[in-house]
């Protein structure tokens, strides 16, 4: 299959050109949507596919989008741009630009440029430098440090390199120069050389978020849920229907609130309205008239009634965190605003976004009563998120950069705070590499990825590449690892799903070769 690919780069004798493909699509664009008929054809969109974008294309793109502009992110974000000092308010340590160099390692004081295969013989990690541009103060002095040609002034770490990445020496080489290096050609990359190990950062897959998933529990009763991400907080809202009656549920209130008091305590006060939010059909008012004659029986009918009815059912432990009393109003108006569908900001109060995505939610719930197909299944691929090399590195290299500034601060203010220095305090001196090169270096080769802020330990998200045969290195490049439990006898995520085509490996459960098997 793959030998295949280097023998397709000739065109065969007979085949339309590249450029007279390009012209037919541009003339007539709607064969590019067409579907393709002939077993003939589809048998050629493999070798196709394997041409245009590899097996492992969405790790390389990953960590070059890292390297490239995540990283600038990281460093020009208001909490790490600069490294301030308490004790003297004329300290400042500025972050201008970062830059990932090339592949090198250091020996008696003299850098040298190494290739991944040097650094497997020699049980060395394949990295290269990270370099800033800073501007900072010593004594009365402001001093710019900066480099030259892409090449930065001040080393504060190493960032173990992927393989055939935008920053590798393999990168856009020919089979000759690749055997010259001593790479096969048919390697694809997106490992790392760590420790002269071959490592692979296994795919980690999670349920998406931010998207309405429509369910059915084990009764038979629908149900709709949203698990919102925000940079603040994360928080899952539930829409449960029983007996025709749909409600809200959600950990913050200690008993499910009936929906259209919901809608109410959001400022959609006339029962009309909030039909005309789910839909205008018939049939659409009919299913809602259960949940509308529920709220007149208990009775709500206001704004105020609605918000004093969800203020009566906040969970008391909230309470405690909050230093200042408040009414049970404005406590259930916050959580309306701020936690239940967090992801949806309400500015200043007008819930009219909020009232529109729960209507969008509701319609759905209710389409699925009357539709089965209408459910949605978790095991698609569209409501999945996968979090590949480059978005793991960058909470852990972001990590560990606040590591590196709060301990230079830490040695400023230490310097500061003596009655009389012998010499003037210069900042880059006190600037440790180990804490970000040992960081990345030692989570890549023992897998444990730890983020105290984000409160992460996770075990095993790298794994030693194996080598047994070429499918098998090139499965472990496709690998995922998916968050549910191992014991869970279910079938759905251990069985193949047509939307992973191009993406996973097609011989890989979750298990590996464990493979359900309990």
Not at 267 to 287: H, K, M, N, R, Y
Not at 395 to 401: Q, T
């Amino acid at each position: 299959m793959v030998k295949r690919r280097h023998s397709d780069a000739k065109e065969k004798p007979g085949e339309p050109s590249s450029s007279q493909v390009h012209e037919i699509l541009t003339a007539e664009p709607h064969l590019l949507t067409a579907p393709i008929k002939s077993a003939q054809d589809k048998t050629e969109l493999l070798p196709a596919f394997l041409k245009v974008r590899g097996l492992v294309k969405q790790h390389i793109d990953s960590f070059n989008y890292l390297i490239n502009v995540e990283i600038r992110k990281i460093i020009h974000a208001k909490a790490n741009e600069k490294v301030t000092c308490d004790t003297d308010p004329n300290f400042c340590l500025k972050y201008t630009d970062i830059y990932v160099g090339k592949p090198c390692v250091e020996e008696d004081y003299i850098l040298e440029d190494i290739t991944p295969q040097q650094c497997r013989l020699r049980d060395m990690t394949y990295a290269a430098p990270i370099t800033v541009d800073v501007e900072y103060t010593r004594g009365k002095d402001i001093v710019v440090r900066k480099g030259k040609n892409g090449v930065g002034a001040v080393t504060i770490g190493r960032m173990p390199l992927m393989l055939r990445s935008s920053r590798c020496v393999l990168s856009d080489k020919s089979e000759e120069a690749l055997a010259r290096l001593g790479e096969c050609p048919l390697d694809p990359g997106g490992y790392f050389v760590v420790k002269g190990v071959e490592k692979v950062i296994l795919i980690q897959e999670q349920l998406s978020k931010n998207r309405i998933i429509i369910d059915v529990d084990n009764q038979g009763n629908v149900s709709g849920s949203v698990t919102s991400s925000t940079h603040e907080r994360k928080s899952k809202t539930n829409l449960v229907m029983k007996n025709g009656k749909i409600a809200l549920k959600h950990n913050t209130f200690t008993d499910e609130i009936p929906i259209v008091v919901v809608l109410k305590a959001m400022g959609i006060e006339s029962d009309q309205e909030a039909v005309q939010l789910v839909g205008c059909e018939p049939d659409v008012a009919t299913l809602l008239s259960p949940s509308i004659q529920e709220c007149a029986q208990i009775p709500v009918r206001t704004q105020q009634q609605a918000l004093e009815y969800c203020g009566a059912k906040v969970k008391v432990a909230r309470q405690m965190w909050v230093k200042t009393k408040r009414s049970k109003v404005d406590e259930a108006r916050d959580i309306l605003a701020n936690v239940v569908l967090a992801h949806i900001p309400v500015p200043q109060f007008d819930f009219r976004n909020k009232c529109v995505y729960l209507g969008v939610m509701i319609r759905r719930m209710l389409e699925a009563t009357k539709d089965p197909t209408c459910v949605d299944d978790k095991d698609y691929y569209g409501n999945k998120r996968l979090e590949l090399a480059g978005q793991l590195l960058s909470l852990l290299f972001e990590d560990l950069f606040k590591r590196l500034n709060a301990e230079l601060k830490r040695q400023a203010e230490k310097a500061f705070s003596q009655a009389n220095p012998s010499s003037q305090f210069d900042v880059l001196k006190c600037i440790q590499q180990g804490i970000i090169t040992t960081g990345l270096e030692h989570a890549i080769s023992s897998g444990n990825w730890t983020v105290k802020r984000f409160r992460m330990e996770r075990k095993g998200v790298t794994q030693v590449l194996s080598r047994l045969s070429f499918i098998s290195a090139l499965g472990m490049m496709t690998r995922i690892t998916s968050q549910f439990e191992k014991t869970r006898k279910v079938s759905g995520p251990r069985a193949l799903q047509p939307s992973q085509w191009g993406m996973l490996c097609p011989s890989d459960t979750p298990e590996g070769e464990s493979c359900g098997l309990v």
